[in-house]
């Protein structure tokens, strides 16, 4: 399909996201907001969605993402849905930083810390992967899809395919700060969070 729509939600919160923890691959479920946020995502696209649709339910394989969108289906009256796992929509890792919080990383790597504020697209936290590494996985994976879907991913993955699909500035696609309380309609040239 030459432009699917995706209606792409990232995962609700966690008490790491709560704590501005870094996360990475850390597989940390969902806290109480982040499962109400998950919940107002799916009565949300219950709205929007066409009726009688026939759309891919597709996850990150990881425990917050998985848990959103059981929860969205739930929502949708589709709790039966098979959910495609894909690993190419796993989160970036953040490598020595994940489990620090951000007040430790600007305590612990102050010039790093510096230096992530003024290249966010390229910026690499040690042993770690930035926006720019992401790309040919996120891009690759968004032109593999043969049809408009529904997505459950994360928030580095969320700014990834902003600046695939928007030909954003790539400073201003990596310091976006993706909400997980909205859902966002994008496909080529558009985006509109619900």
Known sequence: MANPRIYYLRHG???????????GRKDIPLNATGQAQADRNGEK??????????LPFISSPMMRTRETMQRVLVKLGREDEDVQIDERLIEASYGDWEGKTLPQVK?????????????RWEF????????????????????????DAVVVAHGVVGRVLRYHLLGLDEQDAGGFIFPQDKVCVI????????
């Open 13 to 23: 919160q966690t008490d790491w996201n709560a704590e501005l923890r870094f996360q």
């Open 187 to 194: 496909q080529k040239g558009s985006e509109e969070f619900v």
């Open 107 to 119: 305590i612990e790597f102050p010039e790093l810390h510096r230096r992530r504020k003024e290249i």
């Open 45 to 54: 696209l219950a709205e929007i969605l066409p009726t009688n649709h026939s």
């Open 124 to 147: 690499c936290p040690p042993n770690g992967e930035s926006c720019a590494m992401m790309l040919d996985r996120i891009s690759g994976w968004y032109e593999s899809l043969d049809s």
